[in-house]
């Protein structure tokens, strides 16, 4: 299986730093497995969308990387180092509908929550870590908002304020969950080229998302349904058949084979 | 309710309360102000039922630590307490992760189990003990002793110290708990420092309100609070007055009108949460009248400069009458707009006639313009009958802040479906 995504034959691939490497990712929930080893190495500055239907494992992977459930096997490095070792490094933009949009914060308050990580439990941000959090608002075209309860934002400007609290926090690895549920077109394509941008400071972004509408926006492509189905530049990796082994049911003959076991067991 | 029995109505009380009243008062507002800080916390993780389970659960905690120490000293039974408490929170996680019961009804069974065992061993203790189940359930807050107060005041000094220290953590914690396990806070840590510190206040507080009552003193501040204001933090302290307000206040209540305090307490409390719905800024009932009211003042007064505006273009002298009638709006009703339009530098009167100043008649022309490209719109896009997109284009023409992107939508229309011109941007002619 091919590990990494087809790269441009003109880069030297030596120079090409890779800010996110799994190998063999396997996770199971209660017996079952949801992921089967997922491998990919996802270069610095790259966006990624993870495309699959629903039970693929999208946000099983996110919380792997995330480092919020322990697989049972297999290994995600980010430039080399275990989650444990740099959370700050990886920030995470959650699906809106998992956001509670009627807590008591403003706009200020949720990018100022990027610190807490560095701050540690007493942690209690100054005034220098205020700057940075408007600095984070400005990067998203958001700072005229800061003193905003969040109820009182658009869908992409509830989108543009999580990733704030990405650039507060520092991370250069950016996991966007279903950024574009609920939002129209001109607002995802605003957001496109606000994750154009922050690719091009070097972020790396991996976005999760079940709809393949925006497919060929992405630099790369994962397409996931439990494994890896295919990996690389939409163009070339979204073909017909890849796309019927993506969204074409299950793997009948694993399911069987994991229903055997059990009952060999 | 002895104590209450005993006094007779006292006016100086009324100016010097808190120097007379009994170790009962303070303890209750001690519970007030923790509960409703705690209680934010409940509120906003959506945890009510928790609240209510903690109580109860910790009974069969209490009596055991009664039976090992064979009285009811306080430090014995705020262990027992504790215990009891962080028990309760555990075992509702691996009844809600271990099987498929939803983490509710988790709730349910793990409190009433507990509390169930407390009853049974209530019933087992050997003769000669005496247990006040009654003081439990319902609590009776002239039996408060000193050392009672003195550990109450410890666990409000230790709460709020620490959710002063951990503030934000807190707020990280109770907003976006997967980002926060993301970023390395441990949740689960915080979740069973929270459900220990209820434990402990809802213990030490007990024979305030009771098991049943002491539910009200978490949730009820919290959501008034909750219904004030967009802050966080304003709602911590907020909802620690509305506790301790709600007690002190309850009291005096009890007092005055001779009722048990725990219940006059939690009234206080469900008082200030209805006044709280009722007055919200940004929720209540009250405000949202007065918005509504005002937006429609302001429709009613652009109505009235559309109005002048068609009068003159007819060439006949605007009197109020004239407007009246041209806008459809009573005389008394009129005036008061002529006046909002008056202060706001719109029109001017003259020997009675009414005319537009030029932001006026700028105003109106935006109305006139915003109103026909509505119609074009509703006639162009929406398919609607020329002859009955009047009456919806009277409504969306308010909306004439979208007038250019219509225009811009539709191509810059010259004339409405009636044939009429529609003005130029900017109000000319």
């Given at each position: 299986m091919r590990l990494g995504p087809i790269l441009d034959?003109?880069?030297?691939?030596?120079?090409i730093d890779i800010a996110i490497k799994l190998r063999d990712l396997t996770v199971s929930y209660e017996e079952k497995p949801v992921l089967r080893s997922i491998s990919m190495d996802v270069p610095k500055g790259e966006i990624v969308g993870v495309v699959g239907p629903n039970g693929a494992g999208k946000s099983t992977l996110?919380?792997?990387?995330?480092?919020?459930?322990?697989?049972?096997?297999?290994?995600?490095?980010?430039?080399?180092?275990?989650?444990?070792?740099?959370?700050?490094?990886?920030?995470?933009?959650?699906?809106?509908?998992?956001?509670?949009?009627?807590?008591?914060?403003?706009?200020?308050?949720?990018?100022?929550?990027?610190?807490?990580?560095?701050?540690?439990?007493?942690?209690?941000?100054?005034?220098?870590?205020?700057?940075?959090?408007?600095?984070?608002?400005?990067?998203?075209?958001?700072?005229?908002?800061?003193?905003?309860?969040?109820?009182?934002?658009?869908?992409?400007?509830?989108?543009?304020?999580?990733?704030?609290?990405?650039?507060?926090?520092?991370?250069?690895?950016?996991?966007?969950?279903?950024?574009?549920?609920?939002?129209?077109?001109?607002?995802?394509?605003?957001?496109?080229?606000?994750?154009?941008?922050?690719?091009?400071?070097?972020?790396?972004?991996?976005?999760?998302?079940?709809?393949?509408?925006?497919?060929?926006?992405?630099?790369?492509?994962?397409?996931?349904?439990?494994?890896?189905?295919?990996?690389?530049?939409?163009?070339?990796?979204?073909t017909e058949e890849n796309l019927r082994k993506t969204y074409g049911g299950r793997l009948s003959l694993l399911d069987k084979a994991d229903s055997v076991l059990k009952d060999h067991l | 309710m002895n104590f209450l029995a005993e006094l007779t109505f006292k006016p100086e009380l009324w100016f010097f309360p808190f120097t007379h009243l009994p170790e009962g008062l303070w303890t209750s507002v001690l519970v007030g102000i923790t509960c409703g800080v705690l209680g934010c916390f409940v509120v906003l993780r959506r945890m009510a039922l928790i609240g209510d389970a903690l109580s109860h659960a910790i009974l069969p905690g209490v009596v055991i630590a009664f039976l090992i120490t064979n009285n009811t000293g306080v430090w014995g039974l705020l262990l027992g307490a504790l215990l009891a408490g962080l028990m309760t929170a555990v075992l509702i996680n691996v009844v809600?992760?271990?099987?498929?019961?939803?983490?509710?009804?988790?709730?349910?069974?793990?409190?009433?189990?507990?509390?169930?065992?407390?009853?049974?061993?209530?019933?087992?203790?050997?003769?000669?003990?005496?247990?006040?189940?009654?003081?439990?359930?319902?609590?009776?807050?002239?039996?408060?002793?000193?050392?009672?107060m003195q550990l109450m005041a410890a666990i409000t000094v230790l709460v709020i110290g620490t959710v002063v220290l951990l503030y934000h953590s807190f707020k990280l914690v109770s907003f976006d708990p997967v980002a926060a396990a993301a970023m390395g806070i441990p949740v689960m840590f915080f979740h069973y420092l929270l459900m220990g510190m209820i434990s402990a206040t809802v213990v030490a507080g007990l024979k305030t309100t009771g098991v049943i009552l002491v539910v009200a003193m978490v949730i009820t501040p919290a959501s008034a609070a909750y219904q004030l204001t967009n802050r966080f933090s304003h709602m911590l302290i907020l909802s620690g007055f509305f506790g301790g307000f709600s007690a002190i206040l309850g009291m005096i209540l009890a007092f005055v009108i001779n009722a048990p305090s725990g219940p006059s307490m939690v009234l206080v409390a469900t008082m200030i949460f209805v006044l709280s719905m009722l007055l919200s800024p940004s929720h209540g009932y009250v405000f949202e009248k007065l918005r509504k009211y005002r937006l429609r003042r302001h429709i009613d007064g652009e109505d009235v400069l559309k109005a002048i505006y068609k009068v003159e273009q007819s060439g006949e002298n605007a009197t109020g009458e004239r407007i009246g009638k041209q806008a459809g709006l009573p005389l008394d009703y009129l005036t008061k707009l002529y006046g909002d339009l008056l202060r706001e530098k719109l029109i001017y009167l003259e020997n009675n006639i009414t005319s537009l100043t030029d932001a006026g008649r700028k105003r109106a022309l935006e109305m006139v313009r915003s109103h026909r490209l509505w119609e074009s719109y509703l006639v162009d896009r929406a398919n609607l009958d020329p002859d009955?997109?009047?009456i919806h284009a009277e409504k969306l023409e308010h909306a004439h802040e979208l007038a250019d992107e219509i225009d811009r939508t539709l191509g810059h229309p010259k004339k409405d479906p009636h044939g009429s011109e529609i003005p130029n941007a900017g109000g000319k002619d």
């Open positions: 034959p003109a880069m030297p691939q030596a120079t996110l919380k792997a990387m995330l480092g919020l459930i322990h697989p049972d096997a297999g290994d995600i490095r980010y430039y080399g180092k275990m989650i444990s070792e740099c959370r700050q490094l990886v920030g995470y933009v959650p699906q809106t509908e998992a956001v509670d949009w009627d807590f008591p914060v403003t706009v200020l308050d949720v990018v100022m929550m990027g610190h807490q990580g560095r701050l540690g439990w007493f942690g209690w941000p100054n005034e220098s870590h205020r700057k940075e959090a408007i600095d984070a608002l400005e990067t998203v075209g958001m700072a005229p908002y800061r003193e905003r309860h969040i109820r009182q934002l658009s869908g992409g400007q509830q989108q543009r304020v999580f990733l704030a609290r990405a650039i507060c926090q520092k991370a250069e690895i950016l996991f966007l969950d279903e950024p574009f549920g609920g939002i129209d077109a001109a607002t995802e394509q605003a957001i496109f080229s606000l994750m154009d941008d922050l690719a091009g400071k070097g972020h790396t972004l991996l976005v999760v998302n079940h709809d393949l509408s925006v497919m060929d926006r992405y630099n790369q492509l994962l397409l996931l349904n439990q494994r890896v189905v295919a990996y690389g530049p939409p163009k070339l990796i979204a | 809600s992760q271990k099987s498929r019961t939803k983490e509710d009804s988790a709730i349910g069974i793990v409190f009433t189990a507990l509390f169930a065992l407390g009853l049974i061993l209530i019933s087992n203790l050997p003769r000669g003990t005496h247990f006040d189940l009654k003081c439990f359930v319902f609590g009776i807050p002239d039996a408060v002793t000193m050392e009672e009955k997109i009047h």
